[in-house]
């Protein structure tokens, strides 16, 4: 019943990794990630087409990087060399070929300094 499944959420310290992996149960036109802390608004992280043309956040360039399995319907995000500002619930993001948007449960990502 849920459109879409984030995982690969966690806890890691300053500089360190983490690898976000959203599945969707059917195949979707753009899929990516938003972030939201409390008191802030729900931000874009990065996203993908199907064919691969790729945005990114200004905070994330060059540290984040975005790829899809269209395959397996998965997006997933590489988060590299992570900041304690990167600290939030991290949501799976898509648009369907209805143009209808659709969003993952969240995956908490806490950053230690």
């Known amino acids: 019943q849920v459109q879409l499944v984030e995982s690969g959420g966690g806890l890691v310290q300053a500089g360190g990794s983490l690898r976000l992996s959203c599945a969707a149960s059917?195949?979707?036109?753009?899929m990516g990630w938003h972030r939201q802390v409390p008191g802030k608004q729900r931000e874009l992280v990065a996203d993908?087409?199907?064919?691969?043309?790729?945005k990114y956040a200004d905070s994330v360039k060059g540290r984040f990087t975005i790829s899809r399995d269209n395959d397996k319907n998965t997006v997933y995000l590489q988060m590299n060399s992570l900041k304690p500002e990167d600290t939030a619930v991290y949501y799976c993001?898509?648009?369907?070929?209805?143009?209808?948007?659709?969003w993952g449960q969240g995956t908490q990502v806490t950053v230690s300094s």
């Open positions: 993001n898509a648009i369907d070929w209805r143009a209808t948007i659709r």
């Open positions: 059917a195949n979707m036109n753009v």
């Open positions: 993908i087409t199907r064919g691969g043309s790729t």
